[in-house]
């Protein structure tokens, strides 16, 4: 069964910073891609940042460009979202998802086989 969890969200005050993280399982690793999305109530989703596989590429939205970081554990399987200087903007639930190419995309209209559950951020300000 293949599984994506993403975890680590959680309410902060601008200009602190959390660690979401994505744990997949019941497909090969390596070989897929990993995008990370945001969704506010009544927006569209918004694609954040993603890594290919073996982190062939990455890729970061303009608005969090030098404050996101992505990297991948391929020996645990995870994916890890590195947000710093957290904006009241960045609020949304964050999701993950797994696509098999080596060459990831954020964009609207990006495909990915398989979504995680969501993680809550919530940044006051």
């Known amino acids: 069964e293949v599984q994506l969890v993403a975890s680590g969200g959680g309410l902060v005050q601008a200009g602190e910073s959390l660690r979401l993280s994505c744990l997949a399982s019941?497909?090969?690793?390596?070989?897929?891609?990993i995008g990370w999305f945001r969704q506010v109530p009544g927006k569209e989703r918004e694609g954040v940042s993603c890594i290919g596989s073996r982190a062939a590429s990455t890729y970061y939205a303009d608005s969090v460009k030098g404050r996101f970081t992505i990297s991948s554990d391929n020996a645990k399987n995870t994916v890890y979202l590195q947000m710093n200087n957290l904006k009241p903007d960045d609020t949304a639930v964050y999701y993950c998802a797994a696509d098999r190419t080596a060459y990831c995309s954020i964009s609207a209209g990006a495909w990915y086989d398989y979504w995680g559950q969501g993680t809550q951020v919530i940044v006051s300000s």
């Open positions: 019941g497909f090969t690793f390596d070989d897929y891609a």
